[in-house]
């Protein structure tokens, strides 16, 4: 399949390129350029002067989840995972390819200071719930910081649930990886020996021990500075490297040590002020913290702000001056990198997965729309299907409107025949007395 004849936006080396194609071959990105030559049984897109991106990665999201993503019971749930529930059915799935997304990072909510297993999804939407799965996506866990996980904004009756303090979150995510060192300690001593019996396997500890092995990357729910180089420094002591701080809020205040741990920021383009904590968030946050060298990117956290994440992006140009083709990274190659699923996806690159969107215009204006958005080479969303679809559900419905009020004055008529006369007076004193209630409709 060869896209000819478009705006190339790679998010790669090779930048925005003018008048050029991209070949498909088996699902894959085979070649991108100018001079592209196509088999002569390939399918051409002519694009006609559009415009085609890498898919958009959403790399905090709630989508294909039924919403109940807290388990508020304890503070520690690493043994809860996403993958476990993946509602394929969620419409949020196709209204989001609409605007362009491909694949998003699913995540509990932000109730626990360790909270439970992330879930890395292709929006194949029709697709089973294993098979949404992006398979061979590193492991992933969701911990918080903040007012959520010590409880300040529960209200009155919980204040029972330890932590309820800042100081109390980091001391448990300390004991935490203490416990975990020492359960695998015990578990390698009897490997070795082989005396006693084994330890009991804790799924909890399991997860928290892959944190320390370096096999689970934490994504951490963050605002305040102050929490954020506790938790830098608690992490540095036990040589873990974060994957990612989700929301980041004040990130620009420290993204010189951010940088120098390696921590990527998944922020909020220009959300602030929504609860007090974040009342020093600004819009330039994103721009300041990709200015000091860290990977930054823009999520949405929302099932509507997921539809127009070019958008954000573009904010990115708007406050700080970010190139372009940066800013569009801040939504393709850069989440995928915090995802540490950048040799599959996020850029238009030979050997990368034929996750592509077709746009009317420039991706970054706010006029632009998404035509087709494509993965694995197959295409999820046509805007013109869409259009026809629509077409055809608003004929079967009126059909079967008219279908209702049909019958239901056929069933008068034969009731009015049926029916002695006298017997509509406690009817009608029924009507009445039910619409002088308000209840008549």
Not at 222 to 233: C, G, N, T, W
Not at 292 to 303: I, K
Not at 365 to 374: G, H, K, L, M, Y
Not at 409 to 423: I, R, Y
Request: hydrophobic share 40%; charged share 25%; net charge negative.
């Amino acid at each position: 399949m060869l896209f000819r004849n478009g705006t190339i936006w790679t998010s790669g080396d090779k930048g925005i390129l003018e008048n050029a194609s991209v070949l498909v071959v088996e699902g894959r990105i085979q070649a991108v350029g100018a001079d592209v030559a196509a088999p002569a049984d390939a399918v051409v897109i002519d694009l006609a002067g559009r415009h085609l991106t890498p898919g958009i990665i959403d790399c905090h999201s709630h989508m294909a989840t039924d919403g109940g993503v807290n388990e508020g019971t304890q503070a520690i749930t690493a043994e809860v995972r996403i993958g476990d529930f993946i509602d394929s059915d969620d419409v949020t799935i196709y209204r989001q390819l609409a605007g362009g997304v491909t694949a998003a990072n699913i995540l509990h909510g932000s109730a626990n200071p360790i909270g439970g297993q992330n879930q890395v999804i292709k929006l194949r939407w029709g697709c089973l719930p294993e098979e949404m799965k992006l398979a061979g996506a590193p492991q992933g866990i969701k911990f918080a910081l903040g007012e959520n996980v010590k409880q300040a904004n529960w209200g009155d009756e919980h204040t029972t649930r330890y932590p309820q303090t800042r100081m109390g979150v980091e001391q448990i995510m300390r004991d935490a990886f203490e416990a975990a060192r020492h359960y695998r300690q015990q578990q390698h001593t009897w490997q070795k020996t082989g005396r006693g019996l084994p330890p009991r396997r804790d799924l909890e500890l399991e997860a928290i021990a892959e944190i320390l092995e370096g096999t689970r990357w934490i994504h951490c729910h963050s605002y305040r500075q102050d929490e954020i180089l506790a938790l830098l420094r608690t992490l540095d002591e036990f040589d873990i490297t974060i994957g990612s701080f989700q929301h980041i809020l004040e990130g620009y205040k420290v993204a010189d040590v951010m940088a120098a741990h390696g921590a990527t920021g998944s922020a909020f383009a220009d959300w602030w002020a929504y609860k007090f904590e974040v009342y020093d968030a600004i819009p330039y946050a994103g721009a300041l913290m990709h200015n000091a060298g860290v990977v930054v990117s823009f999520n949405s956290d929302d099932r509507e702000l997921g539809r127009h994440l070019n958008q954000e992006a573009a904010k990115a140009v708007k406050y700080g001056g970010v190139a372009p083709h940066e800013a569009l990274k801040f939504v393709t190659l850069n989440p995928a990198k915090q995802l540490r699923i950048d040799d599959r996806v996020g850029s238009v690159e030979a050997g990368k997965d034929a996750d592509l969107v077709v746009w009317s215009g420039d991706p970054l204006a706010i006029t632009s729309r998404v035509e087709q958005t494509w993965i694995d080479g197959r295409r999820y969303f046509d805007l013109e299907e869409d259009r026809e679809l629509r077409r055809r559900d608003a004929e079967v419905r009126n059909t079967l409107v008219q279908k209702i009020l049909g019958s239901g004055e056929e069933m008068a008529a034969e009731g009015e025949a049926n029916v002695d006369e006298s017997d509509l007076w406690p009817r009608a004193d029924l009507f009445c007395h039910g619409h002088d209630h308000g209840h008549a409709q």
